[in-house]
T-cell receptor
Framework: AQTVTQSQPEMSVQEAETVTLSCTYD???????LFWYKQPPSRQMILVIR??????QNATENRFSVNFQKAAKSFSLKISDSQLGDTAMYFC?????????????FGKGTLLTVNP | DTGVSQNPRHKITKRGQNVTFRCDPI?????LYWYRQTLGQGPEFLTY????????KSRLLSDRFSAERPKGSFSTLEIQRTEQGDSAMYLC????????????FGPGTRLLVL
């Protein structure tokens, strides 16, 4: 079974600065997908960024980028120029293309607070 | 399209009562998922539908839980004889019917069992 570990329960950053959230995972599959989702307070979960394991190039979406290290099974999220609206719970999620190719496995999340 | 919707948004019930939640996926999304999220945890998978067929159920889904998706459109999740341990956020997500598609989440139904 796949596991996803987010070792930082909480983090804070000053507005306009850069912050990196960590995520590690464990799987025996070779083809899989990794996601970062954002869950603002009392609001629904939205996709931030997605990475296909077969792609060596790290995904980027505007101020959000990932550092995907397949051998190390690491998938960190970097947020540049942090904004107050980035305050949220961030979840790392794994999607396998093998036997579990119907569900997301989530980490416990990191609560990010952006301070003015 | 306004995205995945869920009703009710909040539900308070007494232990032993039955509750039913509804999820309306994004139109044309054939896949529908139910997750449960407890405080301080990430969502955990409960069950998955492809069209009207329920293809997978987690061990978390005890006999008191039942989910349906008649006609492959909206879905309902019913919990019978609720227990305090059922208190959680119940999330619904949908995706297109391709090998790997992003799952889009609804706002969730927060259940409190007294």
């Amino acid at each position: 079974a796949q596991t996803v570990t987010q070792s930082q329960p909480e983090m804070s950053v000053q507005e306009a600065e850069t912050v990196t959230l960590s995520c590690t995972y464990d799987t025996s599959e070779n083809n899989y997908y990794l996601f970062w989702y954002k869950q603002p307070p009392s609001r629904q979960m939205i996709l931030v960024i997605r990475q296909e394991a077969y792609k060596q190039q790290n995904a980027t979406e505007n101020r959000f980028s990932v550092n995907f290290q397949k051998a190390a099974k690491s998938f960190s999220l970097k947020i540049s120029d942090s904004q107050l609206g980035d305050t949220a719970m961030y979840f790392c999620a794994f999607y396998g293309s093998g036997g579990s190719n119907y569900k997301l496995t989530f980490g416990k999340g990191t609560l990010l607070t952006v301070n003015p | 399209d306004t995205g995945v919707s869920q009703n009710p948004r909040h539900k308070i019930t007494k232990r032993g009562q039955n509750v039913t939640f509804r999820c309306d996926p994004i139109s044309e999304h054939n896949r529908l998922y139910w997750y449960r999220q407890t405080l301080g945890q990430g969502p955990e998978f409960l069950t998955y539908f492809q069209n009207e067929a329920q293809l997978e159920k987690s061990r978390l889904l005890s006999d008191r839980f039942s989910a349906e998706r008649p006609k492959g459109s909206f879905s309902t999740l019913e919990i019978q004889r609720t227990e305090q341990g059922d208190s959680a956020m119940y999330l619904c997500a949908s995706s297109e019917d391709r090998a790997v598609q992003t799952q889009y989440f609804g706002p969730g139904t927060r259940l409190l069992v007294l």
